[in-house]
């Protein structure tokens, strides 16, 4: 009889007692069965064991995706820690500010990276170990941490992990908010193994498939790459791309089944030709991240008619939240779908009520998938995490114990068949490129380079990114604001999908609301057909 998952490591140990000699894992380093994925796990684990760490310890892995990252993050808990990742296109002092952020024990990197981050692990007062990968040599002495080389965990005897249960903390993913530097959310196991069985059952995954992992592991999509895989016993390929082209050559080479990713990738790969042996073995390609143009979505058609279309919506605070049926494409390719197994979608009022059909109202989710909170941010958590009124989905008001939804901030709303429709986002935060950008973060960096004196980022829309960012700034004295001066410092600063595609420069302050602070809304009404006439 095959055994139940609960616990996130518990993909792996499953799969591998069901098939351990099925690959589990293919990377430009090598493969590894299920059987040797599990082991190495829990060599991880036992290392993590060995260096003392605590129960909900937190573990940070700043790799790009390779074998070492997958086998850090189900160690990490395994071993009844929490893992962190960190974005590999994160510069050093936003990794840095992570690690702090979340008291950071033991940071797994390659000695590349470890260079470049030196300075700033300095600051990181609780990392009290680096483990380092490939052959990077250790330092003793030269660090107020203790540096191990990844060879020498396979030394470490397997023992058993702290005691865990699958309402303890799993993972920790940072998220950008609307306001200031990123949010943390807080996932437990069961949110994760949740999510896993979810997304699988309406995919309709087996061990027959091939997943090719070609977003970034730390975000929520790219990890459900693994989790997903994982539960039903099926090979996921880690891809490291540089162009669009490499993903189409992976898609060939590895015989790849389904493929998931965001909609500026996507655009870039109907640009591209297909070899015609992806038709015969593509069996779904999904979309997330923000709407797919609907020229685009036909062109993928086009190329892959055989291949079932999914479009997806979630956010990082509940994994995923919607998707809509291949069979309704055709029907409504506007729609971001119904809720998906497990979990429940609705549009409500500010008082709390529902909305009628086709009604605007705000999305929230309830169910197995919503997360923790925010870590260490009460007043961030209490503003998305909220108690469901009574009379709503059920909710008595005789059962005493809260449950807590999680109120997304965008506006839907739904029609009388019960597909749901986005409409935009009450925040000012911006989408691009399949990345969630906090304005105030990019403001801050452009504050750091000290060539402005004052300075304002929004989004604004564009026909592939989704959004790009604009920013409006103005001199800090007389002396005019080199452009190319402060772009180079926007490149050196942020990483590229936070980096400005337009820079406008003025005199004079720059409008104010009500509140005294900076009008984005007002200045970014100024731009609102930047990019889409010129794309004309």
Known sequence: MTATSHLL???????????????????????????????????????????RLDRGSRVAIYLDKRSEFVVSAFGAAAAGCVFVPINPLLKAEQ?????????????????ERHALLRNSLEMCPDL????????????????????????????????????????????????SGSTGRPKGVVLSHRNMVAGAKSVASYLKNTADDTLLAALPLSFDAGFSQLTTGFHVGARVVLLNYLMP??????????????????????????QLDWPESIRSHLRYFANTGGRMP???????????????????????????????????????????????????????????????????????QRGALVAMGYWNDVEKTAERFKPLPAGVAGREAGIVIPEIAVYSGDTVKMDEEG????IGRRDEMIKTSGYRVSPTEVEEAIYGTQLVAECAAFGVEHPSLGQAIVLVATPPGDAPIDRNALLAACKARLPAWQVPAHIDLRDGALPRNPNGKIDRKTLSAEFTTLFTEAAK
């Open 95 to 111: 990794v840095a500010y992570i690690l702090r952020d979340c008291n950071v024990r033991l940071l797994v990197t390659s000695p």
């Open 294 to 364: 609907l020229e685009t979505l036909k062109a993928l058609r086009s190329r892959v008619p055989a291949a079932k279309p999914f479009l997806m919506y979630g956010l990082t605070e509940a994994f995923r939240a919607t998707y809509l049926p291949p069979e309704e494409v055709d029907r409504r390719p506007d729609s971001i779908g119904k809720s998906i197994p497990n979990s429940e979608v609705m549009v409500l009022r500010e008082d709390g009520s529902p909305c009628a059909p086709n009604e605007p109202g705000e999305l929230v």
């Open 9 to 51: 490591h518990e993909l792996i140990a499953n799969s591998a007692e069901n098939t351990p000699l099925s690959v589990a894992l293919s990377a430009t380093s090598g493969s590894h069965d299920y059987a040797a994925l599990h082991e190495a796990v829990l060599n991880f684990a036992a290392a993590c064991m060995e260096v």
């Open 419 to 422: 597909f749901l429709y986005f």
């Open 128 to 175: 009290k170990h680096v483990v380092l990968t490939d052959s990077g040599e250790t330092e003793e002495g030269a660090n107020r941490y203790a540096e191990h080389g990844w060879s020498a965990l396979a030394s470490v005897p397997i023992r058993t992990g702290h005691r865990i249960t699958d309402s303890d903390m799993a993972a920790i993913l940072y998220t």
């Open 245 to 270: 082209r490499d993903v189409i050559k992976a898609l060939e080479r590895e015989k790849v089944t389904g493929l998931t990713a965001v909609p500026p990738l996507w655009i870039q790969l109907t």
